[in-house]
């Protein structure tokens, strides 16, 4: 029978998973929920940790077989990351400890908080197997046959969907942003979630199963079987969907693509295509291969700008905050605050923020390589010192720049 303590642990334990569901379903929760939703997580970790004290005080006790060896590892791995995670999501906070915002430079805190959290999430997994031999112990052969199926069967859908996503390109940093499916069900991610988690906890299944010895004092390989099935069904399925949408690439639009999902661009892929081709043809090697474009390619808005959207995000002259609610054309904006707006969205930004009335917002020394400035009208200025000018609505920033020369075409 187990102790309150025992019984308050595995309660934590549950509410812990939960959480790490809902924090890596962005989609579902939005940005106010998931950042509370951090701090929560981190408390409830807090308490893991006080109530799993003793096994801090016997890190350096006994001997170390391969099963604690590598248990070990794996805790100091996982707490590692989530100590990273954590401190990389609170220096972009804007709701939930907005105070902390920029103690790590935004850009470098976005690939943290982005590689670092799934990180968390695949050794949350593998930690939590290691763990199930233990927990299953009490099932019955045929239970544990059943359960071994199973999960062996979710775990391969699952590695389908962590392929299908692009998360290698996320833990290994190659990316700044992630791919959101808006379009996708909520409770169908927070499945699809708990699908890529018990790949990993069946890996960490599968390891304990061979690093520890079993009825007849021998280390067997027979668990690997089951990982291999997965492996299997994980690569099968995946290669079906890309065959699939190759076939349907041609009845989708990329731009529909675009607009149903995240979007991104990386440093690397620098291929320009030129001017003269069509706005299709444009979007198709857009949409395929993520490469930069020249400016000016698509059709002005309705009022004759060009590239207002995506390219790079505007500085705003107003400070973040809420509007006055009587003023409803053309709000000037709160008269005090810490941080300035910028809209647009940018050339690696979400589809969803490629629009005027989504407002980010940052400090004023904030520097980033999707974050600039819009000229509206033609200015000859000799700069001599550093100055600010203000337009109506966007702070333009000049510095030592010697002689600018602006004409009427949009300037990124």
């Known amino acids: 029978m187990q102790t309150k303590t025992g019984i308050i642990k595995r309660i934590v334990d549950v509410v812990l998973t939960v959480l790490l569901l809902f924090l890596m379903a962005f989609q579902v929760t939005g940005e106010v929920l998931h ?43 996982l707490l590692a990351a989530i100590a990273v995670t954590t401190l990389s999501g609170m220096s972009m906070s804007g709701h939930a400890v907005p105070f902390m915002y920029g103690l790590i430079s935004v850009m470098t805190a976005r690939t943290l908080h982005l590689a670092m959290s799934y990180w968390s999430f695949i050794l949350m997994g593998v930690h939590i197997g290691l763990h199930m031999k233990a927990m299953t112990a009490k099932l019955p052969d045929m239970g544990k046959t059943a359960f071994k199926v199973i999960l062996t069967g979710v775990s391969g859908v699952g590695l389908w ?12 940093f190659r990316t700044h942003f992630a791919f959101l499916d808006f379009t996708t069900a909520k409770w169908l991610i927070l499945l699809q979630n708990l699908a890529m988690l018990l790949f990993f906890v069946l890996i960490g299944y599968v390891l304990s199963g061979v690093i520890q010895k079993n009825i007849d004092k ?42 149903s999902t995240t979007a991104q ?4 892929q620098t ?26 390619s698509f059709a002005p808005n309705a009022w004759g700008l060009y590239d207002c959207h995506g390219n790079v995000n ?65 200015i000859v200025i000799i700069i001599r010192k550093t100055y600010h000018l203000y337009s109506k609505s966007r702070l333009i920033y000049l510095k030592n720049c010697g002689t600018i020369e602006s004409s009427n075409q949009s300037r990124r």
């Open 35 to 77: 950042e509370w939703l951090g701090i929560g997580m981190t408390a409830a970790l807090v308490l893991h940790h006080i109530l799993n004290r003793k096994w801090y005080k016997a890190v350096f006790k006994g001997k170390y077989s391969p099963y604690r060896i590598v248990m070990t590892a794996v805790n100091m791995l």
């Open 314 to 378: 505007e500085w705003c002259w107003d400070y973040y905050g809420d509007y006055n609610t009587a003023q409803t054309a053309d709000p000037a904006g709160a008269e005090t605050g810490t941080r300035h707006v910028y809209r647009g969205g940018g050339w690696n930004d979400f589809a969803k923020n490629m629009r005027s009335a989504y407002r980010a917002a940052g400090q004023a020394d904030m520097k980033s390589y999707n974050l600039g400035i819009g000229c509206l009208t033609d």
């Open 218 to 259: 021998k280390n067997s390989v027979k668990p690997l079987v089951w990982l291999g099935c997965a492996m299997i069904i994980g690569i099968a399925l995946n290669i079906g969907w890309k065959e699939k949408s190759n076939q349907g690439s041609a009845d989708v639009s990329g731009w529909q693509t675009v607009q």
């Open 271 to 296: 291929e320009a295509v030129t001017a003269s081709q069509d706005s299709s043809a444009i979007l198709e090697e857009v949409n395929d291969n993520f490469i930069y474009i020249e400016v000016g």
């Open 265 to 268: 661009t990386t440093a690397q």
């Open 161 to 172: 969907l962590f392929l299908k996503s692009g998360i290698v390109n996320y833990i290994t």
